[in-house]
């Protein structure tokens, strides 16, 4: 009786581990650095989300961002940055883990007259 209880904790152990490897395969990383068109200046503070998953992240004081997102057959990343112009990101059939350097328009504001 003891050597089947042991036996199904050792079994359940491994299930255990193999399955959190799974899970962990089933997303993707969208990553790369978010620029200013026209200046190529690198963007800090900007809001890079998955509205489909929740899941944001804001790049860092390089303009960098890394995304991990759950793995879908299609994917939408916005980019949103304040005094710019939204930018979206559609994947495809998302498999693999993704680059993208999107270069965000600067919004110019009228001056009321």
Known sequence: MKIRRIFSKILYSILLFLGGGFLSAQTITVSG??????SRELLPGVTVYDAASHTAVVTNSYGFYALQIPRTDTVNVVFSGMGYAND???VIAAGNDYSYNPELIKITMLEEV
Request: aromatic share 22%; net charge neutral; hydrophobic share 20%.
């Open 33 to 38: 650095y978010v620029y200013e068109r026209g």
């Open 88 to 90: 979206t990101l559609q």
